[in-house]
C-alpha cells in the first residue's frame, strides 16, 4: 500500500525546490528592496527597473551578466528529473549543480560590491568594472535556498544519513544559516585582533594585547587585583554553580515535595527571567548599596560606617544569580520531571534508602541537565553585561571591557577582538569540561513503554534545608521586585517618596479621539516594535533550535562535533562584539540588512538558539531512539517523525526555548544597543536613555510594565503549547506492566 | 479480512556493515529469504542479528553489498521509504498517542482516507484481539497487550516484509508462548513474509519456516528447524540449536555414506557427512543416549533431578561430562551408580574434529 | 552608489507620493544620529521636522557607540548628520576621515571656541554647546561623615575623603580623559600626574560612563563626582542633593560637536539640519528640556540653573594637541603605568 517513490514518479521535493529557484531566478527581484511587503515596487517599474528586476531580467537587459551563470545549474537538475534516486547519475548531477549555484552565489557576491569590484587584485585581473551590485533580495535569497537544498538532495541520494532528505536538508540548511550569521560576522570581528595600526596584520599585535597584565595579573593572590580573565572566570564559575545548585532545588521542591504553594514559587522564578537589564541591579544598590535601605538599617542598628561593600564580586554575583537561576530552573525541571519513575522506584525495592535513591540514581540521572545548566549559568555569567556595569565597582569583567575597548575613550577594537578570544576560549573549555562529565554513559530514562510510577518525594534530611535555602531566595526575590515596583510609583526613586502614577502616564498614555485610539505615551514606539521583533524571534529561534538538538541527539553525521560547538558560539559571545560584528559583516552585500528589524531578528535567533538546543538536547537524550525508529518504519519520514513524536515528547523543551527566546528578545541590550535603528528602536534601548537621563521613574514603570507582559505571553504561551499536547501523559497513568 | 499481505521476498548479497572505521558488525553475508515465510535470525549476543534486521528496516545503511526487497534495491532506500515494518523489543508505543492513534500512526502516511485509516485501525485491534481498547493510552495497557498494539501497528500497513526485534523477551513465559503463537497464525494466513530476531532457540524453533543462525558476524547455517536440530553444520549450531553433548570420537572406516565410529569401547555407525576416517567429533542430543545398553560405555551418574516429565542426569565419563534425559521417572538411577550408556541410531551428527566452538 | 540610493529614494516617494497624494514633506530624508539626551534628541529631531518639513529618523546612542557605529558603517554610510556629545570622539571621527567637511554660513554667529573647534579638526566638526568640568558633592554624606566642603582641586587630595571620591576611568569616558588633560594643562604634566596620583588614593571606583559618579552621589552611593558641571546641576534640578563646584584652581571643559558623516545619503538635509541647529532658535531648545550645557550661538539663551560660565576660571584647552590620537594614547598609557596601578 505505501508507494515507493523513488520508483515510479519524479520526487516531489526536488520538483519543488527546481520551481522554487526558477521562480526567485525569474520572478522575484534579485536585490534587496527597502519596504519589500508595502509592494510599491510591482507597480514602479518591475520587472524592467534595474533595481526591481528579477535576474533573468537583468541578463536579457545586457545588465548584471554576472548572473547569467546562474541558469547552468538551475536548469541542471532538470535532467535527472526522471531518474531514480539509486541512480548514481542523479546524485552526481544534484551535488554538482547545487555546489555550483551556491558556490557561484558566494563568489559573485563577495567579489562584486557597491563600489564595483571589492578587491584590488580583481580590479588588476579583469580591468575596472563600471557596475556595481547592492545587498541580495528575495529573489537571491530563495535562489541560494533552491541551490542548497538541491545539493542536500544529491548528498542524501548518495546515501549519506542513510539516505535522509530532510536530516540532510536540515544539517546543510543549520550549517548554512550558522555560518552567515554566526562565524562569518564573528570571523570579521576577531581579525581585528590582528590589525596594527596602520592597518596590516601581525601576530606581534595579537601577543601584546593578548600577554597583557591586566588580563592575567594574578595580583589578587598579594592583596591587588586580579586579571580581568581571572575575575571573569571565577564570577562564571561562581554563578554557574549557585545557579544550578538553586535551580535544582527549586526544581526538586516542584517536583518532589508536598509543598503547598509550588506553583507560586514556580511563577516566582520565572520573574528574573523578565526583568529588563539594570533594573535587578537598581533595586539592588536601593537595598544594598551606601545608602540602601538594609545596609543603613544594620548601620544603625550596629553602630558602623555603612560601606560599599555592593559594589565588586558580591553585588554582581548577587545580581546574575538572581537573574540566571531561573534559566538553570527550566532546563532541570524537564531533566527533573523526565527521570523515569520506575528507576527510583526499583531502587527503593533494592532496600536503597530515600536520600540513597536520591544520590546514587535520581542525582547521577539528573546530570545531563546539570551539567547544562551549569554550562548555561556559566555563559550567562560570562557575557552578561548590564550586571557588571551597574554593580561592578572596580571589579572589571571582560564583557564590560570588551564593550569599553569598542565604545570607550581608546576606540581599540583589536583589543576588543582580543578580550573577545579569551571569553571565548572559556566558553570553549566550560563546553568541553562538561562533555567530559558526561562521558559516554546513557542517561535515557523515557522508553516506548509506558511508565506509571510516581516520583517519590526528597528524603527529609534534603527537603528541609532545599526548603529553607529556596523560601529564603524566594523571599529575597519578592522584596527586590517590590522594590522595583515602589521604584515605578514614587516621584523620584529613593529621593521623593509621594506616591505617583505620572511615570505610567508619561510612557503610556492613550487618548481616544475620532480616529479612534492614539497612542500618546513616549514608549509606544519602542513597546510595539519590541512586541513584534521578539514574537517574530521566538517561535523561529525554537524552531532553530530544536531542529539542532534533534540532529544533534538523534543523526550521527561527520564533524557533529564541531556542529553542536558552531551553534553554541554566538550564545558565548558577549552581545557588544555580536552588535559590532553584525555591523561590519551585514552593512555591506552581499548581506545588506543593518537598518532593518531582520537584524535585530536574526541577532535574537542566533544569541538565543544555544537555549533551544541545549533544553532539546537535554530533554531528547531521555527519549528512547526506538520510538523515533518504529515511526521511520511505520512510514513516517523523519520530519513527520519530528513532528508527530518527537516534539510532542518534548513540551517542556518547546516551553523554555519559546519562552526564553521571546523574554531575551525583550529585554536583551548589549547587542541591541548597536542594531537598533530610528524605525526598530528596542524597549532596552529606550529604557537605557532614560536612565542615563536620570528618568529613573520613568525608566522603571517602562520596565514594569514590560515585566507584567512578558508574564501574561509567558502564560499564554504555556496554555497554547500545553493545549496542543496533553504532554506526556504516560508518566501519571496507571497501568501494569510485566 | 481487509488486511491483506504483498509478501515479498528479501535478499542479502555479499552485505557488510561497518560501524566507525573498523568494528565489523555484519560481516559479507548472502543471504534469501522467501516470500511468504518466517525466517527468524538466531544468535548469541553481538553476532550481528539486530544489525541484519536493521538493514532490512532501513535503519541502518549497508557499508557493502546490495539489498533487496522484492525485485527492488532498497539498499540506499531510507527507512521511510521501505515498504517494511517493524516490531520493537520495547514495543515503542507513543506514550502521548492513544491505543488507536498509535495504530492508525503510519496509515496516515500512506495516503488513506481518514475513515478508511480508522476502519483499518480498528481491524488491526480486532486482529490481535484488542477490539474496544482503541481509546486508552498505552500505558493502561498490560505488557502483553501493548506488545499486540505494537504488531497490530506493524500489521495494518500490510507490509511487504514484517521485521520483530525480539518480540517476546518482555513478557513472562506462559504469555510467550501465546504471543508466539499468535504471531505465527496471523503470519501464516496472511501469509506475510516475516523476519524475526531472537536469542532463544527454543522460540526459534517453534515459529519458524526457516532459521538463520548467526556467529560473529557471519552466518553460520541456515536450514529449516529439523534441518539444523538434526543435522548441525558445525559444533557452535549443535550447541546453539537444543543442547548438544560434544564427544570426540575416532572414525575407523568409511563405506559409501556410512560412518564406522568407536569411543573408546564403543561402536557405533552413522552417516559418513563426507568425513573421512580420523579423529571426529560427534554431537549427541540428551535425548538420544540409550541407557542401560548392553555394549555401552560405563558412566557414574553424578547428579540427578527429577522435572516432572523427565530424568534429567549429568554423567561422568573418561572424556568429561555428558547430560543424558531419560523418559524413565519410574525406577531413577540413583547418584553414584554406574550405568551402561549407548547411542540411538539415529540421532547422533558427526562434526570435524578440531574446529573451534 | 550614494546618487543610486538617493535616486532611488527620490524616485520611490515621488511615486508614491503620486499614488497616495501624501503631502510633499515625504520628499525629503534625514537619519540623524543623536548623542545628547534623550528628550532633547527627541525635541531637536521634531523641530527640525516641523520646520523644514524633512522627516527626520533619529537614533540615540551615546558618543562612544555612535562613533563605533559610524567607523564599523563607514563603507557603506548609513547616517547623514551626528549631533551631540563631547568633542572627543568627533575630532577622532575627523581624522580617521569619517567625516566630511562643511563650512556652514551661520558660522559668524558663534562663539570662537566653537569655531577653533571646528579649526582643529579641518572643518570636519563644530562646537554646539560647552560645559566646564568640576565636581559636584552629595549635600547629605557630606554633612553624615562630618566632612568639610571641597572648593577646589586640591581639596579633593585630603586625607578626609578616602573612599569618597568617584571618576570615570579615562581608558573607558571621554569625561574623565578630559579631567587627565586638564590636570595636565593645569598644573603641568609632572605636577598634573602627581595630582592625579594622589587623587588615585582617595578613589573609591573607577567607573565606566563619564556621568555615573554624579549619579552615583545623586542616589546616595558616592560622596564626590567628578564631572561636567551641567551634568552635576541637572542632578540638582531633578531633585537630588546636589551641590555643583566649579574649582577654584580654574578647569577644562569639553565642547559638545556636530559633525557630517562622510559620504551621507542625504547630503542636502544634512547641511540644512547642520545651519539650523546652529541656529538661535535650534539652540535655545535647550531651555525646554535638562539641559545645562552653553550653546554655542552667541544670541542663544543659556538656562539660568546652568553654572555661570563667567564665574568660572576656565583654561585654555588645546583641543588640537589633547584631542589627537597621539597624545592621548601618550597619556592614556602614562596614567596606566604611573597611576593606575599604584596601591589604594
Given at each position: 500500500m505505501k508507494r515507493v517513490r523513488s520508483n515510479d514518479a519524479a520526487n516531489p521535493v526536488l520538483i519543488f525546490w527546481i520551481i522554487a529557484g526558477l521562480v526567485g531566478f525569474c520572478l522575484l527581484p534579485w536585490y534587496g528592496i527597502e519596504d519589500f511587503f508595502q509592494f510599491e515596487w510591482l507597480t514602479d517599474g518591475y520587472p524592467f527597473d534595474d533595481d526591481y528586476a528579477p535576474g533573468a531580467f537583468l541578463i536579457a537587459q545586457g545588465q548584471k551578466l554576472w548572473l547569467a551563470p546562474f541558469l547552468v545549474p538551475l536548469l541542471m537538475p532538470l535532467l535527472v528529473l526522471r531518474r531514480a534516486k539509486t541512480d548514481p547519475i542523479y546524485s552526481k548531477i544534484l551535488i554538482l549543480a547545487g555546489a555550483l549555484g551556491f558556490g557561484w552565489l558566494i563568489i559573485q557576491g563577495f567579489s562584486i560590491g557597491i563600489r564595483g569590484w571589492n578587491f584590488s587584485w580583481m580590479e588588476a585581473a579583469f580591468g575596472e568594472l563600471d557596475d556595481r551590485q547592492f545587498g541580495m533580495g528575495y529573489g537571491a535569497l530563495i535562489c541560494a535556498s533552491s541551490f542548497l537544498f538541491i545539493f542536500t538532495q544529491g548528498i542524501a541520494a548518495r546515501g549519506a544519513i542513510n539516505g535522509d532528505v530532510f536530516v540532510v536538508s536540515?544539517?546543510?540548511?543549520?550549517?548554512?544559516?550558522?555560518?552567515?550569521?554566526?562565524?562569518?560576522?564573528?570571523?570579521?570581528?576577531?581579525?581585528?585582533?590582528?590589525?596594527?595600526?596602520?592597518?596590516?596584520?601581525?601576530?606581534?599585535?595579537?601577543?601584546?594585547?593578548?600577554?597583557?597584565?591586566?588580563?592575567?595579573?594574578?595580583?589578587?593572590?598579594?592583596?591587588?587585583?586580579?586579571?580581568?580573565?581571572?575575575?571573569?572566570?571565577?564570577?562564571?564559575?561562581?554563578?554557574?554553580?549557585?545557579?544550578?545548585?538553586?535551580?535544582?532545588?527549586?526544581?526538586?521542591i516542584v517536583t518532589r515535595s508536598g509543598f503547598r504553594y509550588k506553583k507560586v514559587l514556580r511563577a516566582l522564578t520565572v520573574l528574573p527571567v523578565i526583568t529588563p537589564p539594570f533594573v535587578i541591579g537598581l533595586a539592588l544598590i536601593l537595598l544594598f548599596g551606601l545608602s540602601g535601605t538594609v545596609t543603613v538599617f544594620f548601620a544603625d542598628l550596629f553602630g558602623v560606617q555603612p560601606t560599599r561593600w555592593l559594589y565588586g564580586l558580591p553585588g554582581v554575583l548577587i545580581a546574575q544569580t538572581l537573574a540566571f537561576t531561573p534559566i538553570a530552573f527550566l532546563v532541570l525541571i524537564g531533566v527533573v520531571e523526565g527521570v523515569s519513575p520506575s528507576m527510583e522506584?526499583?531502587?527503593?525495592?533494592?532496600?536503597?534508602?530515600?536520600?540513597?535513591?536520591?544520590?546514587?540514581?535520581?542525582?547521577?540521572?539528573?546530570?545531563?541537565?546539570?551539567?547544562?545548566?551549569?554550562?548555561?549559568?556559566?555563559?550567562?555569567?560570562?557575557?552578561?553585561?548590564?550586571?557588571?556595569?551597574?554593580?561592578?565597582?572596580?571589579?572589571?569583567?571582560?564583557?564590560?571591557?570588551?564593550?569599553f575597548a569598542i565604545v570607550g575613550a581608546q576606540y581599540d577594537q583589536g583589543k576588543a577582538a582580543v578580550l573577545a578570544m579569551v571569553l571565548l576560549s572559556f566558553t570553549l573549555g566550560a563546553f568541553y569540561a562538561q562533555r567530559f562529565w558526561l562521558g559516554k554513559k546513557s542517561y535515557t530514562t523515557v522508553s516506548g513503554k509506558g511508565d506509571s510510577g510516581v516520583h517519590p518525594h526528597m528524603p527529609s534530611a534534603l527537603s528541609v534545608p532545599v526548603l529553607m535555602i529556596a523560601l529564603g531566595w524566594a523571599a529575597f526575590t519578592i522584596v527586590v521586585y517590590l522594590m522595583i515596583f515602589y521604584g515605578s510609583v514614587v516621584e523620584l526613586w529613593g529621593v521623593n517618596n509621594t506616591l505617583t502614577l505620572k511615570h505610567y502616564g508619561t510612557a503610556f498614555s492613550v487618548r481616544f479621539d475620532d480616529e479612534g485610539i492614539r497612542w500618546t505615551g513616549a514608549a509606544w514606539n519602542s513597546f510595539w516594535t519590541t512586541l513584534q521583533i521578539a514574537g517574530i524571534a521566538a517561535p523561529l529561534t525554537a524552531i532553530v533550535g530544536l531542529i539542532t538538538a534533534y540532529l544533534l541527539t538523534r543523526q550521527t553525521f561527520a564533524g557533529k562535533n564541531a556542529f553542536e560547538f558552531g551553534t553554541m558560539l554566538s550564545f558565548a559571545i558577549p552581545g557588544t562584539v555580536i552588535g559590532v560584528s553584525y555591523i561590519l559583516a551585514f552593512n555591506v552585500p552581499p548581506i545588506e540588512i543593518t537598518g532593518t528589524g531582520i537584524i535585530l531578528v536574526v541577532s535574537f535567533i542566533f544569541r538565543n538558539m544555544p537555549v533551544g538546543v541545549r533544553a532539546g538536547i537535554a530533554s531528547m537524550s531521555q527519549l528512547d531512539k526506538s520510538l523515533d525508529e518504529s515511526s521511520l518504519t511505520l512510514g513516517a519520514n523523519s520530519w513527520q517523525t519530528f513532528r508527530r513524536v518527537i516534539l510532542p515528547l518534548l513540551r517542556p523543551a518547546i516551553l523554555a526555548a519559546l519562552v526564553y527566546s521571546f523574554v531575551r528578545a525583550m529585554t536583551a541590550i548589549s547587542a541591541v544597543i548597536f542594531l537598533v535603528s530610528a524605525e526598530y528602536d528596542m524597549a532596552t534601548s529606550y529604557i537605557i536613555g532614560r536612565v542615563e537621563n536620570n528618568d529613573y521613574g520613568l525608566a522603571i514603570a517602562y520596565s514594569t510594565t514590560l515585566i507584567f507582559v512578558m508574564l501574561s505571553v509567558v502564560l499564554a504561551m504555556q496554555l497554547i503549547v500545553g493545549r496542543i499536547n496533553i504532554g506526556r501523559r504516560a508518566a501519571n497513568g496507571s497501568g501494569e506492566k510485566t | 479480512m481487509s488486511i491483506n499481505a504483498k509478501a515479498a521476498p528479501v535478499s542479502f548479497r555479499n552485505v557488510t556493515k561497518i560501524y566507525g572505521k573498523d568494528v565489523v558488525a555484519v560481516d559479507s553475508i548472502n543471504l534469501e529469504i522467501e516470500a511468504g515465510k518466517l525466517?527468524?535470525?538466531?544468535?548469541?549476543?553481538?553476532?550481528?542479528?539486530?544489525?541484519?534486521?536493521?538493514?532490512?528496516?532501513?535503519?541502518?545503511?549497508?557499508?557493502?553489498?546490495?539489498?533487496?526487497?522484492?525485485?527492488?534495491?532498497?539498499?540506499?532506500?531510507?527507512?521511510?521509504?521501505?515498504?517494511?515494518?517493524?516490531?520493537f523489543q520495547s514495543y515503542a508505543l507513543f506514550p502521548h498517542m492513544s491505543v488507536i492513534e498509535n495504530v492508525s500512526y503510519g496509515l496516515t502516511f500512506s495516503g488513506f482516507e481518514k475513515s478508511e485509516t480508522r476502519d483499518r485501525a480498528h481491524q488491526g485491534l480486532e486482529l490481535v484481539g484488542l477490539k474496544g481498547y482503541g481509546d486508552r493510552l498505552p500505558s493502561e495497557l498490560s505488557g502483553g497487550q501493548q506488545q499486540r498494539v505494537a504488531v497490530a501497528r506493524a500489521l495494518v500497513l500490510e507490509p511487504q516484509v514484517l521485521l520483530f526485534d525480539e518480540p517476546l523477551s518482555n513478557l513472562d513465559a506462559k504469555l510467550r508462548r501465546q504471543v508466539r503463537e499468535d504471531i505465527r497464525d496471523i503470519q501464516q494466513n496472511l501469509g506475510l513474509t516475516v523476519v524475526y530476531v531472537t536469542h532463544d532457540q527454543e522460540e526459534a524453533l517453534a515459529v519458524s519456516d526457516e532459521i538463520v543462525v548467526m556467529r560473529n558476524a557471519g552466518i553460520a547455517q541456515v536450514g529449516a528447524p529439523r534441518e539444523l536440530y538434526d543435522a548441525p553444520a558445525d559444533r557452535f549450531v549443535a550447541d546453539f540449536i537444543g543442547e548438544a553433548n560434544i564427544i570426540p570420537c575416532e572414525i575407523t572406516d568409511v563405506q559409501g555414506e556410512t560412518a564406522q565410529i568407536t569411543i573408546g569401547t564403543l561402536k557405533h555407525q552413522l552417516p559418513a557427512r563426507g568425513m573421512v576416517p580420523g579423529p571426529a567429533n560427534l554431537a549427541v542430543r540428551p535425548t538420544r543416549f540409550k541407557l542401560g545398553a548392553a555394549d555401552g560405555l560405563a558412566m557414574q551418574v553424578e547428579k540427578a533431578t527429577y522435572v516432572g516429565s523427565r530424568m534429567e542426569y549429568t554423567l561422568a565419563t573418561s572424556f568429561g561430562e555428558v547430560f543424558v534425559v531419560s523418559e524413565d521417572v519410574d525406577a531413577p538411577l540413583a547418584i553414584g551408580d554406574t550405568v551402561a550408556v549407548g547411542l540411538d541410531s539415529i540421532g547422533p551428527v558427526l562434526l570435524a574434529a578440531n574446529e573451534n566452538p | 552608489m550614494k546618487t543610486n540610493t538617493k535616486i532611488r529614494v527620490t524616485f520611490g516617494a515621488t511615486a508614491l507620493a503620486l499614488m497616495t497624494a501624501t503631502n510633499a514633506a515625504y520628499a525629503d530624508k534625514l537619519t540623524f544620529y543623536c548623542s545628547a539626551q534623550e528628550d532633547w534628541c527627541q525635541l531637536m529631531a521634531n523641530s527640525f521636522q516641523d520646520a523644514?518639513?524633512?522627516?527626520?529618523?533619529?537614533?540615540?546612542?551615546?558618543?562612544?557607540?555612535?562613533?563605533?557605529?559610524?567607523?564599523?558603517?563607514?563603507?557603506?554610510?548609513?547616517?547623514?548628520?551626528?549631533?551631540?556629545?563631547?568633542?572627543?570622539?568627533?575630532?577622532q571621527a575627523a581624522e580617521e576621515g569619517l567625516t566630511a567637511e562643511y563650512i556652514s554660513p551661520m558660522r559668524e554667529q558663534l562663539h570662537p571656541w566653537a569655531i577653533s573647534q571646528a579649526e582643529s579638526a579641518d572643518n570636519k566638526t563644530i562646537g554646539i554647546y560647552s560645559g566646564a568640568l568640576g565636581f559636584g558633592y552629595n549635600s547629605d554624606l557630606l554633612a553624615a561623615n562630618g566632612l568639610s566642603t571641597p572648593a577646589c582641586w586640591k581639596d579633593l587630595l585630603k586625607p578626609e575623603f578616602k573612599g569618597h571620591v568617584q571618576m570615570a576611568n579615562p581608558n573607558s569616558s571621554g569625561t574623565a580623559y578630559t579631567t587627565l588633560a586638564t590636570m595636565v594643562q593645569l598644573f603641568g604634566e609632572d605636577d598634573g600626574f602627581d595630582f592625579m596620583a594622589g587623587l588615585h588614593a582617595n578613589i573609591n571606583q573607577y567607573t565606566k560612563s563619564g556621568s555615573a559618579p554624579i549619579k552615583?552621589?545623586?542616589?546616595?552611593?558616592?560622596?564626590?563626582?567628578?564631572?561636567?558641571?551641567?551634568?552635576?546641576?541637572?542632578?540638582?534640578?531633578?531633585?537630588?542633593?546636589?551641590?555643583?563646584?566649579?574649582?577654584?584652581?580654574?578647569?577644562?571643559?569639553?565642547?559638545?560637536?556636530?559633525?557630517?558623516?562622510?559620504?551621507?545619503?542625504?547630503?542636502?538635509?544634512?547641511?540644512?539640519?547642520?545651519?539650523?541647529a546652529l541656529s538661535t532658535d535650534a539652540q535655545n531648545l535647550a531651555l525646554q528640556v535638562n539641559a545645562f550645557q552653553v550653546p554655542s550661538n552667541m544670541n542663544a539663551e543659556t538656562s539660568p540653573s546652568a553654572p555661570d560660565m563667567s564665574q568660572i576660571k576656565l583654561i585654555d584647552y588645546d583641543f588640537r594637541t589633547y584631542g589627537s590620537s597621539e597624545t592621548r594614547q601618550r597619556l592614556l598609557k602614562k596614567w596606566d603605568d604611573e597611576v593606575s596601578i599604584l596601591p589604594q
Open positions: 536540515s544539517i546543510g540548511g543549520v550549517v548554512v544559516i550558522v555560518t552567515a550569521f554566526v562565524f562569518f560576522p564573528i570571523a570579521k570581528m576577531l581579525t581585528a585582533a590582528f590589525i596594527t595600526q596602520d592597518g596590516g596584520y601581525s601576530l606581534a599585535v595579537f601577543a601584546s594585547k593578548f600577554f597583557d597584565d591586566r588580563l592575567w595579573g594574578l595580583g589578587c593572590l598579594s592583596g591587588g587585583r586580579c586579571g580581568v580573565a581571572w575575575n571573569s572566570l571565577f564570577l562564571a564559575v561562581m554563578v554557574g554553580f549557585l545557579t544550578t545548585v538553586l535551580g535544582l532545588f527549586f526544581a526538586l522506584e526499583a531502587a527503593q525495592t533494592l532496600r536503597a534508602s530515600k536520600w540513597q535513591v536520591f544520590k546514587t540514581v535520581s542525582l547521577p540521572l539528573m546530570r545531563p541537565g546539570l551539567a547544562n545548566a551549569f554550562l548555561l549559568g556559566f555563559i550567562e555569567s560570562m557575557a552578561d553585561f548590564g550586571n557588571p556595569l551597574v554593580l561592578g565597582g572596580n571589579f572589571d569583567v571582560l564583557s564590560t571591557e570588551i564593550f | 525466517v527468524t535470525l538466531l544468535g548469541p549476543s553481538g553476532c550481528g542479528k539486530t544489525t541484519t534486521l536493521r538493514m532490512i528496516a532501513g535503519l541502518e545503511i549497508a557499508s557493502k553489498g546490495k539489498i533487496y526487497i522484492g525485485d527492488q534495491d532498497v539498499t540506499l532506500l531510507p527507512a521511510t521509504d521501505r515498504d517494511v515494518s517493524m516490531v | 523644514t518639513g524633512i522627516e527626520v529618523a533619529m537614533t540615540r546612542k551615546s558618543s562612544g557607540e555612535t562613533f563605533a557605529q559610524i567607523k564599523a558603517e563607514s563603507s557603506n554610510p548609513r547616517g547623514d548628520v551626528w549631533w551631540g556629545g563631547t568633542g572627543d570622539p568627533h575630532l552615583a552621589a545623586g542616589r546616595g552611593e558616592n560622596t564626590i563626582g567628578i564631572v561636567f558641571l551641567h551634568d552635576a546641576v541637572k542632578q540638582a534640578v531633578s531633585g537630588f542633593p546636589v551641590e555643583p563646584v566649579a574649582p577654584c584652581e580654574g578647569t577644562g571643559y569639553e565642547i559638545g560637536s556636530m559633525s557630517i558623516i562622510d559620504g551621507a545619503r542625504n547630503m542636502d538635509s544634512a547641511k540644512a539640519f547642520y545651519d539650523w
